[in-house]
């Protein structure tokens, strides 16, 4: 596995973990909704008032969007969404079990499901990428009885992108092209088409979302990759394109 010390900070990681707290602001009702009442009643308050009605009527929309956004139906049918678009694991050998992190409450499903698909021999090797995930991963891996020589990791990426850039990095010139690809639902489709466009061939096998997290996680969770899902998309992130720079040193 990579050494800590060596990874790198990337200005492209820095300026996507900037958008995540812009977008932790945004679902903030105590921010976002006192922006849109202002949205509302400043037309008919401050002159010229020529677009008054159309300015007024925007306002009203984008609450009534934003309270269905955050709305346990709006956040059931966004995960749904999310969900549709991901294709069923066909049961197909794979060169690596690839397990994304994703946080402490994460970890425990991801490493049952991965020990899981090398138990039932899916592939020989699980690899583990994530920042403050990917060493824990591999030691929990070992606590279930997977050997040190089928585990192996990058603990450099801070993003989606930055998972997918590293990991091939390194297991592509081992000849490494079809991946068994785990992650929680929500964050599946972002992931898969982030891989696919790095060469990959790519198998979902999502992992359960943990009992644990509150509606209000579970709704920054699903909101987060809708946005994510389009904005990646936005940056051509999930056209075909070069690994790059590994982001690590040698």
């Given at each position: 596995m990579v050494d800590l010390s060596a990874c790198q900070i990337t200005a492209a990681g820095d300026l996507t973990r900037s958008l995540w707290r812009l977008l932790n602001l945004l679902l903030q009702p105590t921010f976002i909704l006192p922006v849109l009442a202002v949205m509302i009643a400043a037309p008919w308050i401050v002159r010229p008032r020529r677009w008054k009605r159309r300015i007024s009527l925007a306002g009203v929309l984008l609450v009534l969007l934003y309270?269905?956004?955050?709305?346990?139906l709006g956040i059931q049918m966004g995960?749904?969404?999310l969900a549709l678009l991901i294709p069923r694991d066909g049961g197909q050998p794979a060169d690596a079990i690839v397990v994304l992190g994703r946080g402490g409450d994460f970890r425990p499903s991801r490493v049952q499901v991965a020990a899981e698909l090398w138990q039932q021999q899916r592939a020989p090797l699980v690899f583990a990428s994530g920042r403050?995930?990917?060493k824990e991963i591999g030691q929990m891996l070992e606590a279930t009885g997977l050997p040190a020589e089928a585990i192996d990791g990058e603990p450099c990426s801070a993003t989606t992108n930055e998972n997918a850039l590293f990991t091939a990095a390194l297991?592509?010139?081992r000849g490494i092209r079809r991946l068994i690809l785990v992650t929680d639902p929500p964050h599946m489709a972002r992931s898969l088409l982030t891989f696919r466009s790095l060469g990959f061939e790519v198998i979902p096998h999502p992992s359960p979302v943990p009992k644990s997290l509150d509606n209000r996680k579970r709704q920054f969770l699903v909101l987060r990759e809708w946005a994510g899902l389009i904005g990646y998309g936005m940056m051509g992130r999930?056209?075909?394109r070069e690994t790059g720079e590994p982001g690590f040193g040698a």
């Open positions: 309270s269905l956004g955050l709305s346990p995960g749904k969404g403050s995930d990917a297991l592509q010139p999930y056209l075909a």
